[in-house]
């Protein structure tokens, strides 16, 4: 099977120059090896995903040069695809998993976990689940419903999970100790972030992860997924993340570095391309 890689931006804001940064390199290396590119908006968060983000992603990839290689035809280009559209596939993958006897349903909200388990870890966004809700046994839950309580992945305390970064070589981390239970599937009935990125993943045949070095940690709770699943794991390739003057990696609030600035001060793509993505990583 050829080289497929895939951009995957969430519609929560508009792109800056990280956003960039990576999603070139992604391109870069699909075009390397003569791949295919996908472009799949994640947008599944109803509270912080809005339609007119959608649009102007596909705009400012466009303006920057960005070009993906399928998705809904527009005669002479392609429209994204759309994650929420995929909620068939999330579901049975969630299906799979419970059946299998690697996840739980979990009453504890957000706060009662960030309160048990102390601060977050390091510049993860998922503090360390204290175990509350964990069953004392392995197994299968049989009859729960996946409506009004969130779901987690238990995960193997204490085994080392291993991959071999594209960019930034040997990395691994203990799980339980450096991660813990992770969220499939939320409270509010949609598919956690884990789940359907590793079912997209696996459903469009992609062979390269490329994204940003914030998701590191998250590739162990992914890897994990593969292996519940009896999927086979892409490669993974993780960015740094581009820092602002002052070193604070950039947000999709702070509007300075957004595509859309600098395409409205008359900046061209070609020179965003010439500072940012230049010497690769
Ligand atoms: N949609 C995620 C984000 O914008 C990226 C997911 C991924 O590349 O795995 O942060």
Redesign the pocket.
Known sequence: MGYRGRL???PTGFLHLGHAKTFWHAQERCRERTGQLILRI?DLDPARCRPEFCDAIVDDLRWFGLRWDEGPDLGGSFAPYVQSERRGLHVAVWETLRAGGFIYPCACSRRDVIEAAGAPHGDDDEPIYPGTCRPKHDGSIADSQREGVSWRFRVPDGETLRFLDGNSGAQNAVAGREFGDFLVWRKDDVPAYQLA?VADDHAMEITE?V?GAD?LRSTFRQLLLYRALGFAAPAFCHAPLVTDASGKRLAKRDAALALRTLRAEGISPEAVRTQTCSGGL
Do not use: N, Y
Request: glycine content about 0%.
């Open positions: 995957a931006p969430s994640e990125v992860v994204r998701l």
